[in-house]
């Protein structure tokens, strides 16, 4: 196997554990979108924004512990920083996607709201995955990790005596 397959089974194995943790993050997402709006009389939006940032909150602990738990963890501010930039970028796609059924095309029943809810997640996802991998959860440098493996490298090997030049 070619250099090229590692990469792409890397890829395939990201993109299964940000989904399953997208998954879990879209049944909380849904979840707490139909209890807010079954509880109160807060407006579609209104209540698909809370759920979205409840969903957030959830999802970040998983990409962090468990998606992305070997990348890079050394600007921990910085990173949490964009997360929460590109969250609020997601939530304005998803939120929007939702607004336009319901006001601009009336679009509000409890389906078509569900609906159009996920649809927004759908197309929100993407643009998440996208800036989550290449922005946020960054991979640590290849230089870093050529100069990890060379000082343990160099950590196991004897220390030989210097030879004398023949004359």
Same mark, same amino acid.
């Given at each position: 196997?070619?250099?090229?397959? &590692? ?7 990201? /993109?299964?554990?940000?989904?399953? +943790? ?13 209890? +807010?709006?079954h +509880?109160?009389d807060?407006?579609v ?6 759920? !979205?940032?409840?969903?957030?909150? #959830?999802?970040?602990?998983? #990409?962090?512990?468990? !998606? ?5 963890? &050394?600007?921990?501010?910085k990173?949490?920083?964009? @997360?929460?930039? @590109?969250?609020?970028v ?7 996607v ?7 095309f009336?679009?509000d ?8 809810? #996920?649809l927004g997640?759908?197309v /929100?996802?993407?643009?998440r995955?996208? %800036? ?12 870093e990790?050529?100069? %990890? /493996?060379? %000082? @343990? ?5 004897p ?5 004398? /030049?023949?004359?």
């Amino acid at each position: 196997m070619g250099r090229g397959s &590692s990469g792409l089974g890397r890829l395939v194995r990201e /993109a299964a554990r940000f989904g399953a +943790v997208g998954g879990a993050g879209l049944l909380v997402n849904l979840l707490v979108f139909n209890l +807010v709006r079954h +509880v109160t009389d807060l407006q579609v939006v209104r209540a698909s924004v809370i759920a !979205t940032v409840v969903a957030i909150a #959830f999802n970040y602990l998983g #990409f962090r512990y468990f !998606t992305y738990r070997d990348r890079d963890k &050394s600007g921990r501010t910085k990173e949490l920083t964009l @997360f929460l930039l @590109f969250s609020a970028v997601g939530l304005v796609i998803e939120n929007g996607v939702l607004y336009a059924a319901t006001y601009g095309f009336g679009w509000d029943s409890p389906l078509q709201s569900n609906f159009f809810k #996920f649809l927004g997640i759908g197309v /929100a996802t993407l643009f998440r995955f996208w %800036s989550y991998r290449t922005w946020v959860f960054r991979a640590l440098p290849a230089r870093e990790a050529v100069a %990890s /493996a060379e %000082s @343990f490298l160099e950590a196991s090997e004897p220390v030989r005596p210097p030879q004398r /030049a023949r004359v």
